[in-house]
C-alpha cells in the first residue's frame, strides 16, 4: 500500500486567511471533491456492480427529490421548480426503475439498507399519494426493516398536518426542518418560500404526530442578516427543544442566485457575513444550546440526547459505508467506486427509460485514498480515534498525517493525545478550510475561507 504525500504547510504565521465571503464552495462533503469524478470512470464503476459487495461493508440509501416551490437564492443544489404531476410521476417510476436495476446487481442482491435519506429539493413537496406511491415501490425493492434511522427533509410551508401523518406512516424516524431562520424579513430576501408562523404550525404538527426524531437547520450570515436577529432566531430555536440542530455558515456557490447577481453587478464580496462573523454566530448559538444540556457533535450540530440521534446517514458516510443514491444529479459510493447520476432531469429520466443506469461520472478511490478521506471526514465531528483507523487500515494517522497535524497543533487548533486527535472548538468551526491541509497537492482547490 503506498503512502500518502502531504505537502508541508506554509512557513508563515498561520492559514491563509480570506475575511470576505467570495463565491465558491468551502464545504468538504466528500473526497476528493467533485472535479476530480470523471466520466472515463463510469465503466469501472459499472464492472464494480457485478461484483459482491466487502464483507461487513454496511448499505444506506439515499433518494434524491429535487422538487421545490421556489429556488432559495443561496441554493446550489439540483432543483426544479416547473414541474407538473405528471413531471413528478414519470420521475417517481424513473427512480423505482434505477433502483429495480441495482438491486438485481450482484453488488446489491439480498442487501438491505442500515439507514436511508431522503433529500432535495424538497422531499416534502411530494403529496401524500406521490410519497406512498415511492415509498411502497422502494420497499418492494429494497425492504426497510433493517433500517435504523429513516430521514425526510421537508419544507414548513409545504407541511400540513395531513402530509406530516402520511410521512410517518411509512416508517420515517427523523424528520429534518429546512427552517433556515425565523425572522420574515429574512427569509423572504434570500428567497425562502416559507414564513416564520408555518414554521411553528409544522413543527407543533410534527410533534403532535410523534416523529422520534425531528432535527432543524439553521444558516448563519445569510443575506441582511444581524447581530440582533440572529440572537433572536437562536432563542426561538433554543425554545423549540428540537432533537437536534444543524447550522450552517452561509456560502456562495457559483450556480446560486446570489453569484448570479454579484457578477451582474460586478462584485467580488458576497453580501453575506464574514467568516469570522458567521463562525462567532455559529459558536455564539452553540454556546446557547450547550447552556440546555446539549452536546457539540460536529463542526455542524448540537444534540439534544447524543444516545439517542446519531445522523446515521453522516456516519455512513464518513466511515465508508456503501450508499447507493438514485435521482438526479445525486452522488453515492459502492464496491470502492464514487459515482454520480446525470445532474439534468430529461438526460437522468431518458437514460433510465432507455434501460440504462443514469451514471454522469465516477471515481475510483485508490487504496491509500480511503484512509484520507475516511480521515478527514471523521475529523468533522471534532474527534478522531486511533485505534479503529489502526484496525481498519493497518496505519496510525498520527504517522500518515504527521506534517499537517504538526502544523495545526502549532497553530492551536488540534491537541494530540494516545487515543485520539481533537480540534478545539476554534478548530471546529473553521474545519473546511484546516481539511484541505491533509489533500494530496493535486486535489487542492486553492481556496480558504
Known sequence: ??????????????????????????????????????????????????????????????????????????????????????????????????????????????????????????PSYLSPDQIRLLTDGMKALLPWDDATEITFEGEPGTLTDHKLRAIRETGVTRLSLGIEHFDDHILEINGRAHRSKEVLRAYAFAREIGFPQINIDLIAGMVEETEEKWRETVAKAVELQPDSVTIYQMEVPYNTGIYRQMKAEGHLIAPVADWETKRRWVNQAFGEFEKRGYTVTSTTTVVKNPELVHFEYRKGLFSGADILSVGVASFGHLNGVHYQNQHDFQPYVEAVQSGRLPLHRAYVVPPDEKLLREFILQLKLGSVFIAPFVEKFGRDPRVEFAIPLESLKRLGFLIETEDKITLNRDGLLQVDRLLQEFFKPEHRTGRYA
Open 1 to 122: 500500500m503506498s503512502s500518502i504525500t502531504i505537502a508541508p504547510l506554509p512557513s508563515t504565521a498561520g492559514l491563509p486567511i480570506q475575511k470576505e465571503t467570495t463565491a465558491g464552495n468551502y464545504f468538504v462533503s466528500n473526497y476528493p471533491p467533485f472535479a476530480f469524478w470523471k466520466a472515463e470512470d463510469v465503466p469501472v464503476f459499472e464492472k464494480s456492480l457485478e461484483q459482491a459487495p466487502t464483507e461487513n461493508v454496511p448499505l444506506g440509501l439515499y433518494v434524491h427529490i429535487p422538487f421545490c416551490r421556489k429556488r432559495c437564492h443561496f441554493c446550489y443544489f439540483r432543483v426544479y421548480t416547473d414541474k407538473n404531476a405528471d413531471d413528478i410521476r414519470g420521475y417517481i417510476e424513473a427512480v423505482l426503475s434505477e433502483l429495480r436495476d441495482y438491486v438485481s446487481r450482484p453488488a446489491l442482491v439480498d442487501r438491505k439498507p442500515k439507514f436511508i435519506y431522503f433529500g432535495g429539493g424538497t
